[in-house]
């Protein structure tokens, strides 16, 4: 089993849906969980950070975490052509320095 | 957020050349720097963790003669591809956690694209 699992898509919505993403994890040291968003052939853009588990909103964005399910959604209403992207899960136990774990992207297409 | 520069964006090299690529944290100071490689419609691929004033520590799999890691300072980071070849040629981006807290966010660069004729 992989450490992070994410679903590879390509997922195509109509403009103004709201899309769900998902990641699973099986390793309960993680605490930081995030989500990035990266534009074809640009860096990831940090999108949302969350610590332990909860909500958390930022303007059509919306991300969870369970941690009792090892489970992290990122929702995005009123979707945009602008949000075409591929979105990546990332998560990190607790020390400086340690590795982030990254689910392999997925694809999002919003279509006018 | 914390902003990465990566430099070139973009570079073109004969096969056998060297091409050098530099991260910097501009806003931040960064203990350690990671470099990714990615393959189109692929993941991120760590290829190695850069920590400043000692050496990289490498994934397994990547030869670290023919990418050399350097983290001369706080804000600073350089990949150094060495005798470039045709299958070398991939994005390369550059990371960084900022020293400040407990380094739990993490912030890109914009990545380099890298093509070896």
């Known amino acids: 089993q992989k450490e992070v699992e994410q679903d590879p898509g390509p997922l195509s919505v109509p403009e103004g849906a709201i899309v769900s993403l998902n990641c699973t994890y099986s390793n309960s040291a993680f605490q930081y969980f995030m989500w990035y968003r990266q534009y074809s052939r640009k860096g990831p853009e940090l999108l949302m950070y969350t610590y332990s588990s909860g909500n958390k909103e930022d303007g059509r964005f919306t991300a969870q975490v369970d941690k009792s399910s090892k489970y992290i959604s990122l929702f995005i209403r009123d979707s945009q052509p602008s949000d075409s992207a591929t979105y990546l899960c990332a998560m990190k136990a607790g020390n400086y320095g340690q590795n982030f774990v990254f689910g392999p992207g997925t694809r999002l297409s919003v279509l006018p | 957020g914390a902003v990465v520069s990566q430099h070139p964006s973009w570079v073109i090299c004969k096969s056998g050349t060297s091409v050098k690529i530099e991260c910097r944290s501009l806003?931040?100071?960064?203990?350690?720097m990671f470099w990714y490689r990615q393959f189109p419609k692929q993941s991120l691929m760590l290829m190695a963790t850069?920590?400043?004033?000692?050496?990289?520590?490498?994934e397994q799999g990547v030869e670290k003669d023919k990418f050399l890691i350097n983290h001369a300072s706080l804000t600073l980071s350089t990949l150094t591809v060495t005798s470039a070849h045709p299958e070398d040629s991939s994005f390369y981006i550059c990371?960084?956690?900022?020293?400040?807290?407990?380094?739990?966010?993490?912030?890109f660069g914009s990545g380099t694209q890298l093509s070896v004729l």
């Open positions: 850069s920590n400043e004033g000692s050496k990289a520590t490498y």
């Open positions: 806003d931040f100071q960064a203990t350690t």
């Open positions: 990371s960084a956690p900022p020293r400040q807290g407990r380094g739990e966010k993490l912030f």
